[in-house]
Nanobody
């Protein structure tokens, strides 16, 4: 499974962005859990949102009510809709997927939120 993330950019506080994660060399329907993580400079990689194939999404407290994770099986893509962005959301965002105990990571996409 290969994951390709895109959609990052530079926005102002309060604006929105949608990140995409295309699943290549596999199908999103075969993935047990798909999710998004982020890493700010000098910080560890933190969980943002994950959603199991059959279940409810789980969000970090810092993004609840602002971010929405979703999947589109027809497009083999997972999304992260980010609204009301804050400067503290600035980070490199990574998509990840699990099939059983195996994890797969895409390359990061930079999100920068100016105040």
């Amino acid at each position: 499974v290969q994951l390709q993330a895109s959609g990052g950019g530079l926005v102002r506080a309060g604006e929105s962005l949608t990140l995409s994660c295309v699943v290549r060399s596999g199908t999103i329907s075969s993935i047990t859990v798909v999710g998004w993580f982020r890493q700010a400079p000098g910080s560890q990689r933190d969980h943002v949102a994950t959603v199991p194939r059959a279940g409810n999404p789980y969000y970090a407290d810092s993004v609840k009510g602002r971010f929405t994770i979703s999947t589109d099986t027809a497009r083999n893509t997972a999304y992260l809709q980010m609204n009301s962005l804050k400067p503290e959301d600035t980070a490199v965002y990574f998509c990840a997927a699990w099939i059983g105990s195996n994890s797969y990571w895409g390359q990061g996409t930079q999100v920068t939120v100016s105040s």
